[in-house]
C-alpha cells in the first residue's frame, strides 16, 4: 500500500510529498516488526533506486512468505532526484545534515522531522547511500562506535563486503541515521558504488543480505542465499588514505576491491598538454582496495583511493 509519509506546501502552490510502499504479510498478527528500508537522501545517489524497485517487485510476490511489515522510502529527498541535485533544491542544504529536523523550522527541516516521525516505529532501519560521482565504494556498511555492540551483529547479516566502524567524533550527529539511533531504532548505513549510477551487482548483493537479515529477525521465511563473510575494521588506522600530490588526469592501474601489496602501481596522473607523467601513485600498505577514483581529473589533495590494511602475504 502507497502512502504519504510525510507532506507540505511549497510556496509555488504545489505540495512535497515523501511517499512510501508497505508490504504487508498476507496474515497479519498485530505482533508483527516493522524493517524500513530508505534512501535517496541524496539526489545524485541512484544506488538504493534499484534495490527498493527488486526488494518491492519480490517481497509483493511472496507475501506469504512475510511475518513482518517492510516499509520502502525511495526518495527522502524527491526534489534533489528530480533535479539530479544532491542537496534539497533551493535551500543550498545537505538534507542529510537537519536531522532530526524541526516542525516550526523551514520546509527542509519540517520535513526532516516528518521523516524522522514515519520511521520511528521501525525495528530496524537500513538507509541506503551511494558514492558521489568521483570514487567507486565497495559494499560496505559503516557504523558509529557508540552503536557498535548493537548494530555489528546486525551488519554481519547484510552481504557486504566490508564493516567500517568509525570513531564517534567522525559522524554527524545531523545525520537522520544518528538521529535513529538516538531514540533506539537500529538504523545501518550502508555505501555503495558511484554517484549517478546504478551497480546492478551490488544491489543483488544488499538485496540478498535484506532478505537473510530479514530471516534472523523473523520476519521472511522463504529461501535464502549464503552471505559473506565481511571484513571489519575497528581502529582509524586500519585505513589508509591515498591523495593526489598533483593535479590532473588520474588513469588507474588497478581494479576496485583487490588486495594490493605495498609498493604496488595504484596508477598515474598524467598531463595531457604536456604529455608528461606528473605522479606516480603506489600503494603505501598491504591491503583491500575499497574505494577507488571514478572521475579521472583530479586536484592537489583529491582523494584517489582508501584501503583496508590486510596482510597479503
Not at 567522525?170 to 555505501?191: D, Y
Not at 543480505?209 to 521472511?220: R, T, V
Request: aromatic share 6%.
Amino acid at each position: 500500500m502507497i502512502e504519504i509519509a510525510a507532506a507540505s506546501k511549497m510556496p509555488v502552490g504545489e505540495s512535497l510529498e515523501i511517499m512510501k510502499q508497505r508490504i504487508s504479510p498476507a496474515t497479519v498478527t498485530g505482533k508483527e516488526k516493522v524493517i524500513s528500508i530508505v534512501t535517496g537522501t541524496h539526489g545524485d545517489e541512484l544506488e538504493g533506486q534499484y534495490v527498493c524497485y527488486e526488494l518491492n517487485r519480490r517481497l509483493q510476490n511472496e507475501r506469504h512468505l512475510l511475518k513482518g511489515f517492510v516499509d520502502i522510502y525511495p526518495a527522502l529527498n524527491p526534489l534533489g532526484i528530480d533535479s539530479i541535485t544532491r542537496g534539497f533544491p533551493n535551500f543550498d542544504l545537505d538534507m542529510n545534515r537537519i536531522f532530526p529536523g524541526n516542525k516550526e523550522g523551514s520546509l527542509a527541516e519540517y520535513i526532516a522531522s516528518e521523516i524522522i516521525d514515519s520511521l520511528k516505529d521501525s525495528d530496524l532501519c537500513i538507509d541506503i547511500h551511494a558514492s558521489n560521482i568521483y570514487l567507486r565504494e565497495a559494499p560496505q556498511v559503516r557504523i558509529n562506535e557508540n552503536v557498535r555492540e548493537e548494530l555489528v551483529p546486525y551488519a554481519k547479516k547484510l552481504n557486504v563486503d566490508y564493516i567500517w566502524v568509525h570513531g564517534a567524533s567522525t559522524v554527524l550527529e545531523s545525520t537522520l541515521a544518528h538521529s535513529l539511533n538516538s531514540i533506539g531504532v537500529p538504523t545501518l548505513v550502508v555505501e555503495m558504488g558511484v554517484g549517478m549510477r546504478i551497480t546492478k551487482e551490488y544491489g543483488d548483493q544488499l538485496i540478498t543480505g535484506i532478505l537473510n537479515l530479514m530471516k534472523s529477525m523473523g520476519m521472511y521465511e522463504g529461501e535464502t542465499e549464503p552471505v559473506r563473510k565481511p571484513y571489519i575494521s575497528e581502529k582509524d588506522e586500519e585505513v589508509a588514505f591515498i591523495n593526489a600530490q598533483v593535479p590532473g588526469v588520474f588513469l588507474p592501474e588497478v581494479s576496485h576491491w583487490r588486495l594490493i601489496e605495498e609498493g604496488s602501481l595504484v596508477g598515474e596522473i598524467v598531463n595531457p598538454l604536456t604529455g608528461q607523467t606528473e605522479e606516480e601513485i603506489f600503494s603505501p600498505c598491504d591491503g583491500i582496495l575499497f574505494t577507488l577514483r571514478e572521475y579521472p581529473v583530479v586536484n592537489e589533495g583529491s582523494l584517489i583511493a582508501r584501503i583496508l590494511r590486510r596482510k597479503v602475504k
